[in-house]
T-cell receptor, first 111, second 114 residues
Framework: SQQGEEDPQALSIQEGENATMNCSYK?????LQWYRQNSGRGLVHLIL?????REKHSGRLRVTLDTSKKSSSLLITASRAADTASYFC???????????FGKGTRLSVIA | DAGVIQSPRHEVTEMGQEVTLRCKPI?????LFWYRQTMMRGLELLIY????????DSGMPEDRFSAKMPNASFSTLKIQPSEPRDSAVYFC????????????FGEGSRLTVL
């Protein structure tokens, strides 16, 4: 299966701490994306990193990509209660192939 | 732009009834995707269209499921007859192209089949 796998499945931290989520995949990718889903809502795109990039930042988000290990990590710094959500990685491939989503990490940030 | 618009947001129906879910993608997007999300199976891709043409429907679980995209601004997902195991949240998403860009999701249609 091409599906990415997030780790851990669930994560609970205190407000102000950093949260790190990991994603592993099996086949070569064109890009990797992270999405966030608040309870009862649709997924929202957070960040896209291409296969020739190693690190990308967006506000309090930092994404790394290690294509040799076929893995990516999403770091949320100084977490807030409002960051409580599920986070999904999605792998993109060249050609006419849609994104493949993992099962997600449920993050709970306790105030 | 209003984003991807799905209707209805919630649907409760009885087993055997026909269910039609609707989606209006973002104007200018040429790819449209239907997903189903459950706790057990996560997010499953059911079918996707490119330039209004169905490209891959291998994710459609059974012949009871069908999807159409009659024009660039409208798509439907139909379940006939519905069964309790079809209860899930169904998402529509649109994008420019397929796997190379950002997907924009609607807020989903929560279906409960009694």
């Amino acid at each position: 299966s091409q599906q990415g796998e997030e780790d851990p499945q669930a994560l609970s931290i205190q407000e102000g701490e950093n949260a790190t989520m990991n994603c592993s995949y099996k086949t070569s990718i064109n890009n990797l994306q992270w999405y966030r889903q608040n309870s009862g809502r649709g997924l929202v795109h957070l960040i896209l990193i291409r296969s020739n990039e190693r690190e990308k930042h967006s506000g309090r988000l930092r994404v790394t990509l290690d294509t040799s290990k076929k893995s990516s990590s999403l770091l949320i710094t100084a977490s807030r209660a409002a960051d409580t959500a599920s986070y999904f990685c999605a792998t993109g491939y060249s050609g006419n192939t849609p994104l493949v989503f993992g099962k997600g990490t449920r993050l709970s940030v306790i105030a | 732009d209003a984003g991807v618009i799905q209707s209805p947001r919630h649907e409760v129906t009885e087993m055997g009834q026909e269910v039609t879910l609707r989606c209006k993608p973002i104007s200018g997007h040429n790819s449209l995707f239907w997903y189903r999300q459950t706790m057990m199976r996560g997010l499953e891709l059911l079918i996707y269209f490119n330039n209004n043409v169905p490209i891959d429907d291998s994710g459609m679980p059974e012949d009871r499921f069908s999807a159409k995209m009659p024009n660039a601004s409208f798509s439907t997902l139909k379940i006939q007859p519905s069964e309790p195991r079809d209860s899930a949240v169904y998402f529509c998403a649109s994008s420019h192209g397929l796997g190379d860009g950002e997907l924009f999701f609607g807020e989903g249609s929560r279906l409960t089949v009694l």
